[in-house]
């Protein structure tokens, strides 16, 4: 049976990989063409590093910056630190959903 997915978020990627390399047939719809721009902080908490290494996404390979702190500044330069105590590394959006779209689609899904 094909799953249909809709939106190629991190969600729906991520999904559609886990998916297709279980041997699911998956079609994944998603209205832009990758690679593509989107409006993203960029920072992936370490949370979530093992996971998505473990789906094949080679983020120790990519020597990607590593962040430690969290800062919110404000247009009259008040700004605010604060330690970021799990941390994460800094990847675009742009490579990363590229990345897992290839993936997806090297384990047999249609995008
Ligand atoms: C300004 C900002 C900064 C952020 N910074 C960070 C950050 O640094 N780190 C972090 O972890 N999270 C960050 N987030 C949160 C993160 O972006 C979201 O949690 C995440 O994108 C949610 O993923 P998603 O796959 O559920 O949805 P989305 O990323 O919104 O994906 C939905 C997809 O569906 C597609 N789509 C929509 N309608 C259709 C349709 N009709 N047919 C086909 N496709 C469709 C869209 O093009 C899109 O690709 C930020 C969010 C914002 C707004």
């Known amino acids: 049976m094909?799953?249909?997915l809709s939106g190629g978020g991190v969600a729906g990627l991520t999904l559609a990989v886990q998916l297709a390399r279980a041997g699911r047939r998956v079609v994944l719809f998603e209205k832009e063409t990758y690679p593509f721009?989107?409006?993203?902080?960029?920072?992936?908490?370490?949370?979530?590093?093992?996971?998505?290494?473990?789906?094949?996404?080679?983020?120790?390979?990519?020597?990607?910056p590593v962040m430690t702190r969290f800062?919110?500044?404000?247009?009259?330069?008040?700004?605010?630190?604060?330690?970021?105590?799990?941390?994460?590394?800094?990847?675009?959006?742009?490579?990363?959903?590229?990345?897992?779209a290839c993936l997806a689609a090297e384990h047999g899904a249609t995008i």
Not at 38 to 64: H, T
């Open 71 to 100: 800062t919110v500044s404000s247009p009259t330069g008040v700004a605010l630190h604060h330690p970021l105590d799990i941390g994460g590394v800094g990847i675009t959006r742009y490579v990363l959903d590229q990345l897992l």
């Open 2 to 4: 094909t799953a249909p």
């Open 37 to 64: 721009h989107r409006v993203c902080g960029e920072y992936i908490s370490m949370e979530n590093y093992a996971f998505l290494c473990r789906i094949g996404v080679p983020l120790d390979q990519m020597d990607l």
